[in-house]
C-alpha cells in the first residue's frame, strides 16, 4: 500500500479558495489512480473526484464541477486538490487515496491506500 500524506487544509472564509496537496511515493501518480475524498461530522465520506494516468481519465461530481480541480505533477508524484468558492458545505477532513490504474470509481471500496486526512473548515 501506497503511504500517502496530505497537507493544505485550514479555515477560510466562504468564498476563498484552498490547494491541498497529497504526497506519494515515487511514480505511484504515473500507475495509480489518484482520488479524493471528503467525510463531514456524522456523514459518510464522500467522493471529490479521481484522476488516472493510465488512459487520461477523469471523474468528478456536481458539486465539484466548476469549482474543484485535480491536477497531478508527476515529478514531485503529488496530486493536488485546487478549491475555489469555498462554500460551510464544503467543511469536511479530506482524504487522499489511490487506487489500481482504470477507470476511475467514486466507490471508497475501490481505493486500498489512504492518506490521514486535512481539515478544512469554511466559515460564513
Known amino acids: 500500500q501506497a503511504q500517502l500524506v496530505e497537507s493544505g487544509g485550514g479555515l477560510v472564509q466562504a468564498g476563498d479558495s484552498l490547494r491541498l496537496s497529497c504526497a506519494a511515493p515515487m511514480r505511484t501518480t504515473m500507475w495509480y489512480t489518484m482520488a479524493w475524498f471528503r467525510q463531514a461530522p456524522g456523514k459518510e465520506r464522500e467522493f471529490v473526484g479521481a484522476i488516472s494516468r493510465v488512459g487520461s481519465r477523469t471523474k468528478d461530481v456536481d458539486f465539484a464541477k466548476g469549482r474543484f480541480t485535480i491536477s497531478i505533477d508527476d515529478a514531485k508524484s503529488t496530486v493536488y486538490l485546487q478549491m475555489n468558492n469555498l462554500q460551510p458545505t464544503d467543511t469536511a477532513v479530506y482524504y487522499c487515496?489511490?487506487?489500481?490504474?482504470?477507470?476511475?470509481?467514486?466507490?471508497?471500496?475501490?481505493?486500498?491506500?489512504w492518506g490521514q486526512g486535512t481539515q478544512v473548515t469554511v466559515t460564513p
Open positions: 487515496t489511490a487506487g489500481e490504474p482504470g477507470n476511475p470509481s467514486s466507490v471508497p471500496s475501490a481505493y486500498s491506500s
